[in-house]
């Protein structure tokens, strides 16, 4: 994580793979890259801090080479699966590694610039969504369910198709992802592409996951209008870049842990108007510190007693770790009604 660029397109292996045979750009979509382009040239256009810049460079063809190259999209009518035991706090947000959350977070004292390596299954609901070649990052929160950031399933207008996403979970190692296929993507209905407000979406995966590999564990939601208090450190994860505009993205999953900033300081950064209460902002005003691209749709994640609860999901920034511009998070507390409609309903 660290640093921002648009979501980190993994697409340059398709490229090079499709060069040369015409029948793999079908899925390009020039239309879209414009839509992408023109938004992504307005000034202060959040998609451009959200780095969505690199859509002007027409990677379009890119991400059309990558979809009609990727080989995963087997299966199809399986039964439906029940998501295997309801999650209580018992079974939710307990990582071996980390033991309580509140005393892990309680130790995380001083500030480190940058973020550093989890250990393996530190954070073991924390998975790699790859959307038809854009990186995200997304959160275990039953078997059967992701939770992630709704622009990470967004193409233009369009929701990305469940066949062109792909889950990747089991380690802190991203050459060692096992990954999972997705029946449904639903975005919430209220998302709105230019202001990220409502930036959540919920995977259902096709099959459940395991239940018997510690390195794949649920988080908990936060319970109902768990209000967090400014200053209340929490720690994010991701994938993503280590460097603004960097093009590094590490191998091994990052971590960071910062203050969650109060509203006002929120708003001072990114205007009155584009932070709602479905936001909030976390970081140092320092700068140093942050989430960046490809870190979008992973967990912020804060403390209830000893289990850790899905707080925040990345959202944007304007670039990466600069000062003045902490890290939006889509605010989980306002949003879990919604994300249970999906995750309850499933499979009644
Ligand atoms: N929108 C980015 C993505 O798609 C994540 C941005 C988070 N940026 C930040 N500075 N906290 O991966």
């Known amino acids: 994580m660290l640093m921002d660029i648009g979501i ?72 439906i699966y029940k998501p295997t035991i309801p999650v209580s706090t018992s079974q939710c ?25 989890t250990k393996q299954c530190e954070f073991p609901w924390t998975v790699l969504v790859n959307a038809g070649g854009a990186q995200c990052g997304g959160t275990i929160v039953d078997s059967m369910h992701i939770v992630t950031a709704a622009h990470c399933m967004r193409s233009g207008n369009y929701v990305k198709q469940a066949s062109s996403v792909r889950v990747g979970a089991g380690s802190s190692n991203k ?33 459940p996951l395991p239940t018997n590999n510690q390195c794949i564990k649920p988080i908990c939601l936060p319970s109902a209008q768990l209000n967090i208090k400014t200053g209340t450190k929490c720690t994010v994860a991701g994938w993503g870049l280590t460097k603004e505009y960097s093009g590094y993205a ?34 140092y005003l320092n700068g140093g510190i942050d989430a960046c691209q490809g870190d979008s749709g992973g967990p912020l994640m804060c403390a209830e007693g000893n289990n850790w609860v899905l707080t925040g999901i990345v959202s944007f920034g304007n670039g990466c770790a600069r000062a003045n511009y902490p890290g939006v998070y889509s605010y989980v507390p306002n949003l879990k009604t919604w994300i249970e ?5 499933y499979g009644k």
């Open 8 to 79: 980190l397109l993994v697409t340059l292996l398709g490229v090079v793979n499709g060069a040369g045979d015409s029948s793999l750009y079908r899925g390009c979509d020039y239309n879209r890259c414009k839509y992408y382009a023109q938004l992504a040239q307005q000034p202060s256009s959040l998609l451009q801090q959200a780095g969505y810049r690199l859509y002007q460079q027409c990677y379009c063809s890119s991400y059309g080479v990558f979809l009609y190259n990727n080989p995963q999209t087997q299966a199809t009518k399986a039964p």
């Open 93 to 117: 947000g307990i990582s071996s590694v980390t033991g309580s959350a509140t005393t892990y977070l309680n130790n995380q004292r001083g500030r480190v610039v940058g973020g550093v390596n």
């Open 175 to 207: 050459n060692s992802l096992t990954y999972y296929t997705v029946r449904t993507v639903t975005v919430h209905p209220n998302y709105n592409p230019s202001s990220f407000n409502y930036d959540v979406a919920v995977l259902t995966l096709q099959y």
């Open 250 to 283: 590490p191998v091994n999953l990052q971590k960071a842990t910062m203050p969650i900033l109060s509203m006002d300081t929120c708003k001072q950064s990114y205007g009155y108007n584009t932070i709602t209460d479905v936001k909030i902002c976390a970081g």
């Open 341 to 345: 409609s999906i995750t309850k309903a």
